[in-house]
């Protein structure tokens, strides 16, 4: 019985298997979920590394044109 359960579980697995290997558009939302997780990131670290120099410049400005 256990036999026949782990073949049966193993059938699955290789059916599975088979058809994520041909389904490319899981593959494609990862890799768009990726890109955007980089791209939060580098837009997180330029605002850290520069949130203070920008928010000097920006009530510069603002003080400058009297705001």
Do not use: P
Request: aromatic share 8%.
């Amino acid at each position: 019985m256990l036999q026949h359960s782990s073949s049966a579980l193993l059938v699955k697995l290789a059916v599975l298997r088979d058809r994520f290997s041909r389904d490319r558009e899981g593959v494609t939302a990862v890799e768009y979920g990726l890109l955007a997780a980089l791209i939060a990131v580098v837009i997180i670290g330029g605002v850290t590394a520069f949130g203070g120099s920008l928010n000097a410049f920006f009530n510069g400005l603002a003080a400058k044109l009297k705001i």
